[in-house]
């Protein structure tokens, strides 16, 4: 295959590139619009590219406008794609119905962002109403919603959790949700599945998507003050997540799997490490905390420079380190962490989800 390449936001954008926030990029519906179709991929690519939410955002907003225009919405405006009503899609197959989903949800990520909340969470809602509730990008929708609920000056931490939930059943296992469809009709029902759905054992399929939500769970069940079911969540992600990475290696092709499982779940390793470290020193087991967030922030810095999650959990890491060493009275290793914290650069993402002595 020849190497093909466009050009966006002065980016230049080889379109053989795999990777989109670890997982193989998803082709855009075929019932797209042609034009559509090549933009969704620029947009993914430009977003594993890094490039900026203010940027990302008007483009985003372009692609949703261009189809709702084909669906007889005619007086929309990229600007205005959030304040019109969706058009009916009880006949558009699943397939458009979550690449539009997937649309609206990186609107919200990227005014999330942007510090624009009230917008993100039409957004995000706007998601919902695009797609089944069962389907990663939906997931996504949820994750969004939670991170919203939690990151208020007054955290709403119950509604953050009915959505952590909610996102862990959507991005969870087929065969689970197969069992269980004609139950799951609400919010409120893939909620109370989650718990059920982590309990069953050979049914959970370990996608990035799934994995993210189960780890911000945990985080949350802790925040919650749920600390040892916190903790059994966080660990058992990073179980799965280690599972992944045995079966990919034994398996054919080792190496490129090996590689791909890698730059798919290195976020996710270090966040949920980072979490756990959060919760130990919540729990004052210092000693215990440190060496988790020395872990974190291994497990982060291979791909600080491209991925701005990893970016921000290898300082926070090191930010960790450096409090308990001050704590342990290792005046030397607290200034030698502060000094590394001052080398990595703050990155524009959503907050991490922190247990108090984080202001």
Not at 26 to 55: G, I, V
Not at 108 to 117: K, Q, R, T, V
Not at 146 to 173: F, H, N
Request: glycine share 6%; aromatic share 8%; hydrophobic share 45%.
């Amino acid at each position: 295959m020849g190497l093909v390449a466009v050009v966006f936001l002065g980016i230049w954008i080889p379109q053989t590139i795999t990777i989109f926030q670890g997982d193989a990029i998803d082709s855009p519906p075929r019932s797209f619009p042609k034009r559509c179709r090549q933009d969704y991929r620029t947009l993914m690519y430009s977003e594993a590219m890094l490039s900026p939410p203010e940027r990302l955002l008007p483009f985003a907003k372009k692609i949703i406008s261009s189809i709702l225009k084909e669906e007889g919405v005619i007086d929309v405006t990229a600007e205005g794609v959030l304040a019109v009503p969706l058009p009916d899609l009880e006949n558009k197959d699943d397939k458009f119905r979550s690449g539009l989903a997937y649309l609206y949800t990186k609107c919200g990520d990227y005014l999330f962002a942007l510090g624009e909340i009230e917008d993100a969470e039409h957004a995000y809602n706007i998601a919902l109403k695009c797609s089944s509730l069962l389907n990663p990008h939906t997931a996504a929708a949820c994750r969004g919603l939670s991170a919203l609920l939690w990151s208020r000056e007054d955290p709403d931490i119950p509604g953050a959790i009915k959505y952590a939930q909610a996102a862990v059943t959507a991005a969870g296992s087929l065969e689970f949700l197969l069992q269980h469809s004609e139950d799951l009709v609400s919010l409120d029902a893939a909620a109370t599945f989650a718990d059920e759905m982590l309990a069953s054992k050979g049914l959970i399929i370990s996608n990035r998507e799934f994995l993210s939500a189960e780890i911000e769970l945990g985080a949350l069940y802790a925040k919650a003050g749920e600390k040892e079911k916190g903790l059994t969540t966080l660990l058992r992600a990073l179980k799965t997540l280690y599972d992944t990475e045995e079966a990919s290696i034994e398996g054919k092709n080792a190496r490129n799997q090996a590689e791909q499982v890698f730059r798919a779940t290195t976020g996710d390793e270090a966040k949920a490490k980072f979490y756990i470290s959060e919760v130990l020193l919540s729990l004052k087991l210092e000693q215990e905390a440190y060496d988790w967030a020395q872990m974190a922030f291994e497990a982060a810095m291979p791909s600080h420079e491209i991925n701005r999650d990893s970016a921000e959990i290898a300082r926070m890491s090191m930010m960790i380190m450096a409090r308990v060493s001050k704590n342990m009275g290792n005046i030397e290793d607290a200034k030698r962490c502060e000094a590394q914290v001052q080398k990595i650069p703050e990155p524009i993402i959503k907050p991490l989800i922190c247990f108090g002595w984080r202001v």
